[in-house]
């Protein structure tokens, strides 16, 4: 594990404790305490990490504020909305260089045999990351748990169970990985190749046109899917997403405001939307 990868569990171990006691608004110290640090190094590796302080930071992860940035324009189609909010900023162009490419039903049913599959590990600013893919693009990335480094190996054969799989670097993982660790400058077209029902794949490519630092419901997915009595049926179809973060499930909250699961932990998304959220800001400054 690299030191950036020990901060962020660290950073992930106060967003959770920082949530489970917001009734008492536990103090600087009390937060740098329980990570096991003074409160001036927590200070200041937080805000290297987040570009603001701790305090701040939490602000963005209010239900209030959550529900009030919730993208409300009914009669539009989220290709609209992508171009008219993703356009005005550089930190979401990353958006318009992501496509999904589907595998063939020959594939989906031989559970992808003769198909082989590259992947590696790769540290984060959201903690480790595997990432894997195939000649014609990503099919696999999935963050992993400080204690469990094993499990997404697991689920990427579960996954592709008669794939061949090499660890091996690729370039297509790099830019992958720069998505993720927001340099964006000179965002790389990236492809994904999955594997997915019809109804699967068309909610993924709606979480595509999710611009960063904005959220949708779960509702307002079916909508823009013309599919607007299948809340349920998004809920899983995004539970059921491969591709973490490229694929931003975790732009998708409930009515309420509350963030809900994910997959790859709710602490997680917290930290991924907070920090989404604050970059945007930061942007249109």
Same mark, same amino acid.
């Given at each position: 594990?690299?030191?950036?990868?020990?901060?962020?569990?660290?950073?992930?171990?106060?967003?959770?404790?920082?949530?489970?006691?917001?009734?008492?608004?536990?103090?600087?110290?009390?937060?740098?305490?329980?990570?096991?640090?003074?409160?001036?190094?927590?200070?200041?590796?937080?805000?290297?990490?987040?570009?603001?302080?701790?305090?701040?930071?939490?602000?963005?992860?209010?239900?209030?504020?959550?529900?009030?940035?919730?993208?409300?324009?009914?009669?539009?189609?989220?290709?609209?909305?992508?171009?008219?909010?993703?356009?005005?900023?550089?930190?979401?162009? =990353?958006?318009? *260089? +992501? @496509? !999904?490419?589907?595998?063939?039903?020959?594939?989906?049913? /031989?559970?992808?045999?003769? %198909?082989?599959?590259?992947?590696?590990?790769?540290?984060?600013?959201?903690?480790?990351?595997?990432?894997?893919?195939?000649?014609?693009?990503?099919?696999?990335?999935?963050?992993?748990?400080?204690?469990?480094?094993?499990?997404?190996?697991?689920?990427?054969?579960?996954?592709?169970?008669?794939?061949?799989?090499?660890?091996?670097?690729?370039?297509?993982?790099?830019?992958?990985?720069?998505?993720?660790?927001?340099?964006?400058? =000179?965002?790389? *077209? +990236? @492809? !994904?190749?999955?594997?997915?029902?019809?109804?699967?794949? /068309?909610?993924?490519?709606? %979480?595509?046109?999710?611009?960063?630092?904005?959220?949708?419901?779960?509702?307002?997915?079916?909508?823009?899917?013309?599919?607007?009595?299948?809340?349920?049926?998004?809920?899983?179809?995004?539970?059921?997403?491969?591709?973490?973060?490229?694929?931003?499930?975790?732009?998708?909250?409930?009515?309420?405001?509350?963030?809900?699961?994910?997959?790859?932990?709710?602490?997680?998304?917290?930290?991924?939307?907070?920090?989404?959220?604050?970059?945007?800001?930061?942007?249109?400054?």
């Amino acid at each position: 594990m690299t030191k950036n990868d020990f901060n962020y569990y660290r950073i992930e171990k106060a967003i959770r404790f920082i949530k489970d006691h917001a009734h008492s608004q536990p103090t600087l110290e009390q937060i740098a305490n329980h990570v096991s640090m003074s409160a001036t190094n927590f200070q200041k590796m937080f805000t290297n990490w987040a570009g603001i302080s701790p305090k701040s930071f939490l602000q963005y992860l209010s239900i209030e504020n959550a529900k009030r940035i919730i993208l409300d324009k009914k009669e539009s189609t989220l290709i609209e909305i992508s171009e008219d909010i993703g356009l005005s900023s550089t930190s979401r162009l =990353h958006d318009l *260089f +992501i @496509k !999904i490419e589907r595998m063939t039903p020959g594939q989906f049913l /031989k559970g992808a045999k003769g %198909l082989t599959i590259n992947y590696n590990y790769y540290p984060s600013i959201f903690g480790d990351v595997i990432i894997a893919s195939t000649t014609l693009g990503i099919c696999f990335c999935a963050f992993i748990e400080e204690d469990k480094p094993d499990v997404g190996l697991q689920q990427l054969k579960l996954k592709y169970p008669k794939a061949e799989l090499i660890q091996a670097e690729k370039d297509s993982h790099i830019s992958a990985l720069d998505v993720i660790n927001q340099k964006l400058n =000179h965002p790389n *077209f +990236i @492809k !994904i190749h999955l594997i997915g029902t019809d109804f699967q794949i /068309k909610v993924w490519e709606a %979480l595509l046109k999710i611009p960063s630092g904005n959220l949708l419901t779960y509702g307002k997915i079916a909508h823009f899917i013309e599919s607007p009595k299948s809340s349920r049926a998004v809920g899983t179809a995004i539970g059921s997403n491969p591709i973490a973060y490229l694929i931003p499930c975790h732009r998708v909250i409930q009515s309420t405001g509350n963030f809900g699961g994910y997959m790859w932990g709710s602490d997680r998304k917290s930290a991924i939307i907070g920090l989404e959220l604050s970059k945007q800001d930061n942007d249109l400054l």
